[in-house]
């Protein structure tokens, strides 16, 4: 652990102290208006990566307000009280980081990458942004435009990524999770300064906030630029969280769609656990065995030696409430997505009825060992794995109590999370039609 | 055999790349394909395995591997738990030596490939980007795809597959880089493994040529069925690693589309919002490749927002970038630098392009000087001599009833013009 300097106390605190792996831990501090901070030492490259995660996504909006989480990751690169338009990007650029920003349904992070001299930069651009941002209609108006533009690109015009708004509203009718984190079209035209200023108002925040920091960075040199210039940003009143919990799916939900593509398509998913549910890592590794790597038992039955797709993945949501088991197919030409489903539903029942081999468990092990260390070899990837868990767990040691834990599952744990989770009245299909096939009128859903 | 290794002992893993001085552009006419087919035979069984024995052995291992193919190389890639290093390039080497190339598993991969080209008729911004392609480098290999087309994937036999790798895999036209949790000796001991079983051989001739640049504007439209937004890609010869200007083109490239805040991502995006998208690029290969921009507009915005994109570029070559864009574009460089070799594997990616991108000696030891040495008159001098606004393709994937005649429109002196299906191949 590096002591507070003696100059900063009663500003800093330091709070504890996370394993992170077999190297140095994490060190938590924490200022006195609640902003968090995670420090990594790493002096691989001298290079560090500056990362503030914000305990806010898609799911603290409202409906008819969608996609305000994510338009800040737009507006927060914007004019602030001290920096006109296009200065925070480009005193970023001149000093070589790479940046950007992501948002999901839990959260949102803003991070840059730069050279190790640059840490006072990277602290006065973040805090600034952090209580400065100025929300007018012009900056907001302009930004509504990309957003659009964005949707456009990333939903609109995207078979995948519109079947997978489809399938959320499908499964959801009342979690958050039901709207997409890019919002929609409409709410996207309809928002104004005052939403974005009440938005910012709530939510950023330091203590709604957690700055990660990996890499070659002297840790006194750090906590002083922090209580610099975070110390004196109020705190805001953070709102009870107003959360709809998904109550449960009783019923199999079927769509039929029609998009502008050559093949069909089937997405199947299952109300799955939270990322903090026990079972979490047992069926993420009953969706290993069957979808991970082309030895997996899908990949084969559909794709290698059955030939009806091209591509098949399947996927747990790390949400931090009960999400989904998502599982997406891509048809060949000509091959309807009954027969991809029949496959699927064969295979399914197969592995709730016989647990995986002891290869099998142990194949998936080795490839999740080496999926968590891949991760790890920039300081990037070790602050984004530190952030994303800090935000959702409350603990970045849990990135590495999750191999554990996947080391210690058994082919019993495998069954018990698949019959638990894989049950059909739970279950939503969505079978893709490509354009020109379908009867008059629009997509059609239908409980079955 | 030419190795290079690069250690780093910051995490048990071990990554390792053979490339092989062959690729797509070197298929033969009507064979489009073999490089990358062939290469992907290589998981299907080899060294005593058949295909899913290779597959379960490589998880097993707790490793990845990847065997793919470029226009101008071909590689099979790997990454193991560092405890499994060893095992892992034996049995990557067996794939190299004695592949099975069992004739059903290729008629198999052919399904595959060609299913895989029909889904890629999804991805608008990868048909962009093909279309210009074929137009900019009419009647050059650079204008083949390297995943082949439909015909020319059904007509691969054994024969051809066998043929291609007994002429071209062999250990005098390989370079190896080997990088991770691994010192200099375990790393070319590794790398031994990897071509223990092959020949000695020879490099491959390259018979390909710098293409020639195609007078005029020409506009391809791919017409694709209820688009919102239009995919524009515009893009005309660009630079090789040996020219004298090459740096200085780097550089101003930069300064115009290479980062967020330069010039075209400021009109385009900061100003209008017309794009969520908007940068420029040039491609590195043997030989001249592309200078390309892309955006990605609404419908509705995408007549003025290529008219804006043509009259930036014609702007840029005719009148230049100041030195304080200059000046940016270089401290970006710079300073941004330490990204492309903080990690083992950046490095050692580093040198294994340069080696088979055939770059100049000391090309990356040299980058940061030659960088150094740009100022406005030089930049302005190499956008003058090689990038020409007047000999340009533009490719638009959009939705023909509604966009093809304000697009035709918003280009001066187009010289020619032609639609296509979206899944011409």
Redesign the interface.
Known sequence: MTAVPSHLEGRVAFVEAHAFGSGEPVQRYRLANGLSVLVLVDR????FSYQTWFAVGSRHEREGKTGLAHLFEHLMFNETERLP??AF??KL???????NAATWVDWTYYYE?L?KDSLALATELESERMARLVLEEPQVA?????????R??RV?????GSVSELLYSTVFREHGYSWPTIGWMKDIEGFTAADCAEFYATYYAPNNATVVVVGDVDVAELLTLVAERYGALPAAALPAEDVRPEPPQTEPRHVEAHK????ERLVVAYRGPALGDHDHAALSVVNDVLFA???SRLF?AL??DG?LA??CRGWVSTFRDPGLYEISV?A??GVRAEALLEVLDRELSRIVEEPPTD?EL???K??L??GA??G????AGKAEQIGFWSTLTGDPSDAFRRLAAVRRLRADDLRRAARRYLTPSSRTVIFVRP?GEEPSGDDEETDA | MRVHVES?R????VGFTVAFGVGGAHDPAGKEGLARTAMRML?RGGGGLD??GV??A???????IGADASMSTVTVSG???ARNAAALCELVGGLLARPAFEPVELS?LV??SQ??L??A??N?RGLASRALRRALFLGHPYARRVAGGTASLASLERDDVAGWHAAHLAANNAWITVYGDVDEAGGRELAARLVAGLPAGAPTPDPVVDPARRPGRELVFVD??????AQLSIGTLGTRGDDDDHHALIVANTAFGG???ARLM?EV??K?????GASSRLSLDRHREAWSMWT???EADAPACLALQLELLERLVADGLTDEEVA?AK??L??????E???A?KRAHRELDAAVLGLPAGYHASYLSRIGEVDAGRANAALRARLSPEDLVVAVVGTRARQLAPITAAIPRLARSAVVPH?LE
């Not at chain 1, 650029?93 to 940046?99: I, K």
């Not at chain 2, 910051?10 to 893993?13: E, S």
């Not at chain 2, 490589?58 to 990845?64: H, I, N, S, T």
């Open positions: 691989e490259a001298p290079v338009y296009g990007d480009r650029e001149e000093a070589g980081a790479e940046s990458n050279p302009r930004e509504k435009e990309v957003v659009m533009n964005e456009r690109m609109d015009d995207d078979v995948d502008p593509t050559e093949t790597g082309r030895a084969r794709v290698q030939e091209v591509d891509t060949r030409p290869d142990e194949r998936v080795a490839k060992e080496l260390l891949s790890l070899q920039t300081v354009s | 780093s910051a995490i048990p893993l998981r295909g899913k597959e379960q490589v998880d097993r291992l707790g490793a990845e990454e193991v738990l198999k399904r595959e299913a895989e029909v889904e008729r999804d608008d694709k069925p209820e688009r919102t937004q980062t967020f805040t400021a995006r900061g209008r919002g017309w794009s969520y990605a507009p609404g940016f401290s970006y710079a300073r941004s630098h330490v990204f070799i903080d990690t594997e899944d």
